[in-house]
């Protein structure tokens, strides 16, 4: 359903301690749908999509600052007032990265997908390219080519119901939507996570070319405790493609702090 700013939220049920889920550049929150359906078991799942993605209407300004705001216009919305679990794939990583810098106090976790703390120069001219592109042509000029770079070569062959979901999922944002995130993120500064001390696990495909291992390692070894998986045969879309061990991964991370609390 849309609130009252305009953004679509999804409440994907579940009780207990808030989880919000955060997609990515071409995503909606149907990129986390299979994380939601396990993870409800023990935590109430409310995801949303982005300005200008999927169900949410494009706005003029689009920044990393509006990006945190918004998420934190859904978490107050959702009866956050406590600390609250964040999980966000690909730019939606970035957006809780920043966020947990601003509200440190607020975050009990962080799972972070597909991560890296900022573009590097050669992909921020290529996301303003892309951008122009998508504005010219739409977005079938892009989405076969960010199947083919965004996934790995077993989903290509082995698992192309995930392949037609990624491009299916391209394929039905909204140009401008697309292009003004495109150049949001081409923008933006890494955040400084010098502070943060919540439970963090980070998780990446062996074939993601967006954040690749070593992009991976780096971002871990910035956060006190981050624990850092590879995900074999995986591309970029990992929830997608390798939903099965990004939700075991997920389970036992939340599992685990259930247990600390416990003790």
């Known amino acids: 359903m849309a609130d009252s700013n305009g953004r679509f939220v999804e409440e994907f049920g579940g009780q207990g301690e808030l989880l919000v889920l955060v997609h990515g550049l071409g995503g909606s929150t149907n990129t986390w749908y299979p994380q939601a359906q396990i993870l409800k078991r023990d935590l109430r799942i409310v995801a949303y999509d982005l300005p200008g993605s999927g169900r ?144 963090t696990l980070l998780l990446t495909g062996d074939q993601d070319r967006t954040a690749p291992p070593d992009t991976g390692t780096a971002l871990a070894g910035t956060v006190q405790g981050a624990e850092f998986r590879v995900l074999e045969g995986c591309g970029h879309w990992a929830t997608i493609e390798r939903a099965k061990q990004v939700n075991y991964a997920m389970a036992l991370f939340y599992a685990r702090q259930r247990s600390s609390k416990a003790a």
């Open 56 to 199: 949410t209407p494009v706005r003029a300004d689009v920044t990393i600052e509006s990006l945190v705001d918004d998420l934190h216009a859904v978490v107050e919305q959702a009866g956050g007032t406590a600390r609250v679990h964040l999980a966000g794939h690909s730019l939606g990583t970035i957006i809780c990265q920043h966020y947990a810098a601003r509200y440190k106090d607020r975050v009990a976790s962080l799972a972070l997908v597909g991560a890296f703390p900022e573009p590097p120069e050669p992909a921020r001219k290529a996301l303003r390219d892309r951008a122009a592109k998508v504005r010219a042509e739409g977005m079938a000029a892009i989405a076969d080519a960010i199947v083919a770079a965004g996934t790995s070569d077993d989903t290509k062959a082995n698992n192309p119901v995930a392949a037609s979901f990624v491009r299916e999922s391209i394929m039905a944002q909204p140009a401008e939507g697309y292009a003004r995130a495109c150049e949001a993120l081409a923008a933006l500064k890494r955040a400084d996570l010098s502070g943060l001390r919540c439970p």
